[in-house]
């Protein structure tokens, strides 16, 4: 059961986003130096590291607030167990995008042939994109849940 009106976007929308605009980034984008590289990897750390943090914390909260709204959502145990995977499943990404970013800011990036360079900045901008529309598509899902609660502050 999902909230959204388009359940294959919600499901694949990230992937297919993500590496269309790899694919675009693969043929159009040249290698970054110097510090447009380190600023890239430090924004694309940065928010991955936020990401995780945040969907971290909004699991927690869907396992330990006693709210009514979560009692409510609880009861309903589809909907409950599409929620607490689809957070998982984002969190999961999140933590492999940050793993992997700090892996690619260890690299000796310029020592590497300039194919190897566009390679690894399309896969970082693949995983960046496919993170950021999987972590909109569930803060969407849980403004949708929220409002359907009117004692709550986003339901007003």
Request: glycine share 6%; with cysteine; aromatic share 18%.
């Amino acid at each position: 059961m999902t909230l959204n009106p388009n359940p294959y976007f919600e499901k694949y929308g990230g992937i297919f986003l993500g590496l269309l605009i790899g694919l675009v980034a693969y043929f159009f984008l040249k290698p970054l130096y110097n510090e447009r590289w380190e600023h890239f990897m430090s924004f694309a750390f940065f928010t991955a590291c936020g990401a995780t943090v945040y969907l971290g914390v909004m699991l927690l909260i869907n396992y330990n607030i006693e709210t009514a709204p979560m009692s409510k959502i609880r009861r309903r145990e589809l909907l409950y167990k599409h929620i607490i995977r689809h957070n998982l499943q984002v969190l999961i990404l999140a933590i492999v995008v940050s793993l992997f970013t700090a892996f690619a800011i260890n690299l000796n990036y310029y020592d590497q042939p300039e194919e190897y360079q566009k390679v690894l900045l399309c896969l970082i901008i693949f995983l960046l994109v496919w993170l950021v529309v999987d972590g909109y598509n569930l803060t969407k899902v849980y403004i949708l849940i929220f409002r359907k609660y009117k004692n709550t502050p986003l339901g007003r």
